[in-house]
């Protein structure tokens, strides 16, 4: 499966508790981006790589949300001190920087519960 | 500040006739403009997408329409199959390869 991966698929955690998920992106492609999704919305932008360099973080990112891509590679996004509020899908994508359309790929998501 | 919106939640349409998804959005300075579609527990799939320069773009029984001075566009899919069932997604974005701009999404069921 060459395929946007990510891991897990789902984390149930208490609130108060750190959480960190990792995306791996399709190979060849040098921008990563992380969305969030609520019941009932569209996807959300938080931030977004072009190989190991974080381009752009959106205002939803709070201080306890911190992306990496260490390598421009995987990226991980890890919540610290998680809230109800921080309950969502979280969504990574990846495409080639010359790609035609902005069309990105996604992978199938992470779903966080915070109790 | 919603920029793009799906101002239907649903849509009902019988088998083999044409579905119709609209959006509409607000800033004038969007390049690009994309649909996806979403099962349930997947991410969104890419289906097509639109240049700002162009008002029409088709794939298969895929074909969006962009009008500019209505800040509108729409996608039309003919024959529509129970398949189509499922949950798009119209999304904009400034410059290539930049964020996209999502709308709420359009149920769409498909009936056999």
């Known amino acids: 499966d060459t395929g946007v991966s990510q891991d897990p698929r789902h984390k149930i955690t208490k609130r108060g508790q750190n959480v960190t998920f990792r995306c791996d992106p399709i190979s060849e492609h040098n921008r990563l981006y992380w969305y969030r999704q609520t019941l009932g919305q569209g996807p959300e932008f938080l931030t977004y790589?072009?190989?190991?360099?974080?381009?752009?973080k959106s205002r939803l990112l709070s201080d306890r949300f911190s992306a990496e891509r260490p390598k421009g590679s995987f990226s991980t996004l890890e919540i610290q001190r998680t809230e109800q509020g921080d309950s969502a899908m979280y969504l990574c994508?990846?495409?080639?920087?010359?790609?035609?359309?902005?069309?990105?790929?996604f992978g199938p998501g992470t779903r966080l519960t915070v109790l | 500040d919603q920029q793009v919106k799906q101002n239907s939640p649903s849509l009902s349409v019988q088998e083999g006739r044409i579905s119709i998804l609209n959006c509409d959005y607000t800033?004038?300075?969007?390049?690009?403009f994309l649909w996806y579609k979403k099962y349930p527990a997947e991410g969104p799939t890419f289906l097509i997408s639109?240049?700002?320069?162009?008002d029409k773009n088709e794939d298969g029984r895929f074909t969006v329409f962009l009008n500019k001075s209505a800040k509108h566009l729409s996608l039309h899919i003919v024959p529509s199959q129970p398949g189509d069932s499922a949950v798009y997604f119209c999304?904009?974005?400034?410059?290539?390869?930049?964020?996209?701009?999502f709308g709420a999404g359009t149920i769409l069921r498909v009936k056999s």
């Open positions: 800033n004038s300075m969007f390049d690009y």
């Open positions: 790589f072009q190989n190991e360099a974080q381009l752009e």
């Open positions: 999304a904009a974005s400034r410059f290539n390869g930049n964020k996209l701009v």
């Open positions: 639109i240049s700002s320069i162009k």
């Open positions: 994508a990846s495409s080639r920087r010359e790609v035609k359309g902005n069309e990105q790929f």
